[in-house]
């Protein structure tokens, strides 16, 4: 683990880090943000593992947002413009950009605040997905005082998106962190090869995540556990005893949890990034120009406040 915090005279916000299993055997290299007087709350991270015939890189990014208040915006633009120089820096690698952004861009119906604002502004201007609005499964990431707020937030570059699989939230807190925070899980294929191994994935995963345990258990304790017409025998042997209770086992896990399907041998996969994607970016950049054009410009009335909320109801479905 690497990572950095506020003094403890400092008892407001703060501290960030990222741990890396020892064993995944991947070289860590931690960036100097270096010109930001507020560096405990950015921490740029490279990632480094092997492949087959070389090695891949991912940078990781992640922040700490001040809260608004008195000077958090001339804070705030600070940060933003130390993590854009390494999105800049970095194009042609996979970068993410994950945190605590303290801000709210319209995900839960709530209006844009101006950390919202920076963000959306900044995710623009450097072709970043905020996958907490294309993709992610659950959006509340923060719980307290019997609020709920989405305020953290992960983006990724053009590049790092070929990758990604999934996002999700764990509104339901079933990964206990000891937080207000939710945790987000983001699923992202670290494989540089353009043919699948096949032998690894021949049966496709489990889809744990998504299993329903109670239906399960249910299947479980219905089945008939007998292995022949005088139940378990002895002189079947304990290996005989073994191979037959997993395949009862594997033949109840498949029709109540069931896996993800089956990949073709060598067959090469295939960027998702087409034309219709790019058309799509598009508009929805243009969609978020009006809508923060609106935002800036609109009065009291009622028709601009429906042009409004149209524009961003659009954004949203880009």
Known sequence: MIGKGRSKQQKKGGGVGVLVRQEAGIDVEEL???????????MAVRLEYKVRKGRERILVIVCYMTVEGTGARA???RKYRIVQRFVEQNRSENVIVMGDMNGHIGVLGEEVNGNGQLLLDFAEEN???????????GRVTWIGRE?????DFMLVNRKARERVRNMWVDEERTIDVASDHNVMVMEYECLKEKRVN????????????????????????????????NGLRA?????????RLLRKLNKVAE????????????????????????????????????CRSLRKNRSNSEAERIEYERAWEEYKSK
């Open 147 to 151: 609020n709920e707020s989405a305020i």
């Open 32 to 42: 100097d943000v270096g010109g930001c007087e507020m560096g405990e709350d950015i």
């Open 255 to 290: 029709e109540s949890i069931g896996r993800t399907r089956k990949r073709a041998n060598g067959r090469t996969r295939k960027s998702w990034w087409n034309n219709e994607i790019d058309k799509a970016r598009k508009e929805r950049k243009q969609s978020n120009r009006k």
């Open 127 to 137: 072709e970043l997905e905020i996958l907490n609005v294309t993709l992610a499964e």
């Open 75 to 77: 804070e705030n633009e």
């Open 235 to 243: 002189e079947r042997g304990v290996d005989e005893m073994n191979e």
């Open 198 to 229: 096949v032998k690894e994935e021949r049966n496709g995963r489990w889809k744990l995540r998504d299993a329903d345990w109670d239906y399960f258990r249910e299947v479980v304790s219905n089945e008939d556990w007998k292995l022949g017409e």
